[in-house]
Every structure is written in structure tokens, then in C-alpha cells.
């Protein structure tokens, strides 16, 4: 993820003229040996290998052995050559960005490595999520964490808060009136974020089978999605400190979920046999929930979230299922309206809406029309990571999560983790999940599923 990222903002000529990027592991490669890992992990990617890759390349170190706070490995040296690299090719201080794309487990001793080995002064550090795997877990992290860095030095990452139509929801609604003045409970009915994946786990068995698809997706992602859509208009959309007020206000009122109604998991058939899963692992790769929000706006309106693997098909869709007319067509309206924000790639914008059929024989029809963001002239699409690590450079911190967001969003997912957490419901690869889940999407059923069969 950050590699191509760098590469994106590299060649849009985003990047400071002098940058270096020195990667860190445990494995004790050497500049090259690294560099044709990147090579071939690019080759293999999306994007591809940037046209002038020599170059990228020549920017490229590597520090191996690992970094904990006992033994740092080549870190130090080679952050203090690079130092003095860039010193020599031009004026003004380097910034350095410690970028942590580790499993959580590794925060608390990369964090005091930091500390110890004197690596954070004017340094920004970057925290993958999630931060914490627990609220007890997050709160020492947190403890931990300001121990050793100023919370200005701190950028906590969601890459969803970065997705272009995730922050296209700002202009959806507070610039146009036809949907910011439905956007409650008086005409929203319910709100599906659905996020289903065809993706396997084989690749990264470790980290999965020790996260499961609630901590690794639910919690972080589909909580500040949710958070998202569901936030009191900020006092102005440019400043980021509003917006993290008003992202950090509708979180706190998330209601802990209930795991007994509101809550149901998922693990498809023969994810035990993967290489590095745990023999009889009772890890979720799915999970639906019912997330109740108690603000004036939302009240009473249920958030009803959902992914998991090997599903049927990959999407990331917002959907506002509207509440049904009142006066003389009521009961001739067989679909709800939807508004729908498609958050993959660049995004889209879809709404759904009852039309008279043309002909002799008048007769309602629902129809469905979307419109492609990347259609929008002028555009030029940027990916999540990229825009995100961008703002890093720049300080900019509206896009990243505080302490008071990830205390409220693991106070909401707690009970999950306790002795009422559900036993996870068997599916088949290739399906929707666990016919179970489908309650919870009750009465008009999973909007993505039930249109694209
Ligand atoms: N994969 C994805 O799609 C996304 C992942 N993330 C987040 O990024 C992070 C990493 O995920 P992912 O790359 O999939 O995970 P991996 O399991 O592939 O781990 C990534 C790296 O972490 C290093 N690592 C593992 N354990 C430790 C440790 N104890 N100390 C230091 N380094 C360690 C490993 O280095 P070595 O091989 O040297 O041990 C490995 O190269 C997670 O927090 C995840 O939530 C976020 C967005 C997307
Ligand atoms: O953080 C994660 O996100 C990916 C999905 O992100 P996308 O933007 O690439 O679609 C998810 O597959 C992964 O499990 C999770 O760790």
C-alpha cells in the first residue's frame, strides 16, 4: 500500500524534490535486494512499474534486522546516512516519516524503539489500524504513544477516510439541498455500508487469523464510514479541526453493540485448512452488524454494516434506503428510494428512484442510475493512500483519527469481544455470507446483494 502510494505522488510530482524511502524488516537483504522485492511487488500490482523506475529505485534503502526497542537493527544507521545524504543535495531540514505498516502487536515496542533510539524529534509517525486490538489494549497503546510523541507527531490511519467518495459525502450533501435536507431519520430509513470481498486471506494468514474480519474491518473501516455519513455538518468543511470535532461527536454516539441481536459472524468453508491458520480457529473472515446511533439526526435509524472474504463479489457501497411516500402513490411503490455512494476506485454516485413507465399503459417502474465520479470533468483521481500520505507531508489532519474517536469506536465494539461474542456462522466461498445476516438488513434486505443477485 505505501509503496505505490509514493510511486502515485512521485510521479504527479507530489513528493519533495529530495526524498528517500528506507524500508525496514526483519530479513537482512541488502539496497538491491529490496529494491527488485519493490520491482516485482509493482510489476505485480495495478498500477505497474513507473516509467522512470531507475530513478524511484535510486531513492531507495533498506535497513534490515527488524526494530525493537532492545535491538534496532540498521535503522539508526541508515536513517543517519540518508540524513546527511539529502543534507549534502540541498537547504533545509528533511522531514522523516516512520510509517509503521505492521501488524498491531508491534506498535508498543516500534514506538518505544523510537523513543530510546532517538528517532522522533521532528518526526511524524504513522500508526496503521487498528490501533489497539481491544479498548484495554488501545487505551495502554494510547498511554504508551503520548509518552513518547506529541499528538502533533501522531497520524493515526483509516486509508477508508482517504477513499475520494468517501470525502465526496461532504459535497453530496452540504452543497446540495435535494440530499442534505434528507439526510436524518425523518427520510432515511435505514443505512447500509456493505463491503463485501472476493479476496482470499492465504497471503497474510498470520495477521488474520490473529485479527478476524471485525477488528480488522468493522471497527476501524466500516466505523469511520459510518461516522462519515452520519456526522452533524461541521462549522466549515475546510477547517480540520471541525471536521474532526464533528467526527469525533457522532462516534461518541455510537451505542455498544448488542452481539446477541445485532451482531452476526461468519467463516467460510476451509478457511482452517490455510497454511498459518490455527487448527479449529474460531476466527471471523465475516461479520454483519447493526450499529444503533443515538443522535437527534439518526435516532432510531439503524447503521447496518457489513463485510467479509470470499464473498460473492467485491463492492464498497453506502446506501441511504429511504423511507417509503406518503399521499396517493403510496401503495403503488414497490421499491424504497436509495442514495447510494459507490466508495471503490473514484467513486460513484447512484441514486434510485420510482418513474412512471413511457406508454399507453401508465405504471410505476423503479429505476436505477449512476453517475461516475472519474466522469466529473477535470478530474484527476488520486488513490486513498496517496491522498493520505500526502497530508502527512503537508500536517494536514483532518483525514486521521484521534484518541477520543478510536476510545469511542472500541467502547461501541466491546461487547463483541466479550463472552457474548457469537459463534462464527459456517459459508460457503464464493456466497453472501450466513443466510443469518439477512435479518438484519430487514425489510428490504441487503440492497447490493438483492440488485446484483
Ligand atoms: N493488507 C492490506 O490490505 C491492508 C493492511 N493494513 C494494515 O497494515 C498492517 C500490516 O498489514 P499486512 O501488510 O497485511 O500484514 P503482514 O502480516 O503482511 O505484515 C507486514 C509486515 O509487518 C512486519 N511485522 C510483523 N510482525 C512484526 C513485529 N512483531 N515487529 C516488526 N515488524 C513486524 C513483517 O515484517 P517481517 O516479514 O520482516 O517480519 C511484515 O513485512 C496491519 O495493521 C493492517 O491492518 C491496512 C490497509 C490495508
Ligand atoms: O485495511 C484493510 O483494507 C483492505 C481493503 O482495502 P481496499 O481499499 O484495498 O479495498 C482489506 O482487504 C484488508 O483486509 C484490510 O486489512
Known sequence: MVMPALVELHERGLLPERWRLVGCATDRWDDEAFRARLEDSLLSS???LPEDWTEVARRVRYAGGGFTEDDPGALPEVLARTHRELNDEGDGEPLVVHFLAVPPAAYPAITRGLGRHGLTAGARVVYE??????????????????EVLTEEQVFRIDHFLGKQAVQAIYALRFANRLFGSQWDARAVEQVQIDVPEDLDVAQR?????????ALDMLVTHLFHVAS??????????????????????????????DPATDVVLGQFEGYTDIAGVAAGSTQDTFVAARLWIDTDRWRGVPFVLRTGKRMARKAQRITLVMRPPEGPLADAVAEPNTVEIDFSGSGAVAVGVTVNTPGPAPALAYAHTELDLADVPGGEPISAYASLLHDVLAGDRSLFTTSHCLRSSFTAFAPLQGPGRPAPLS?????????????????????LERRRG
Not at 129 to 146: I, M, N, Q, R
Not at 427 to 447: F, K, M, N, Q, T
Request: glycine share 10%; charged share 20%; proline share 10%.
Open 228 to 257: 462519515q455519513v452520519a456526522m452533524d455538518p461541521p462549522w466549515n468543511v475546510d477547517d480540520p479541526d471541525a471536521i474532526v470535532a464533528a467526527r469525533d461527536a457522532v462516534m461518541t454516539a455510537f451505542r455498544p453493540l
Open 129 to 146: 489500524k487498528p490501533y489497539g486490538t481491544s479498548l484495554a489494549d488501545f487505551e495502554a497503546l494510547d498511554a504508551l504513544v503520548k
Open 46 to 48: 495495478e498500477q505497474g
Open 427 to 447: 459459508y460457503a466461498p464464493g456466497s453472501w455470507g450466513p443466510g443469518e445476516a439477512e435479518r438484519l438488513a430487514a425489510p428490504h434486505g441487503w440492497v
Open 205 to 213: 494468514a498470520g495477521f488474520y487469523d490473529a485479527t478476524g474480519a
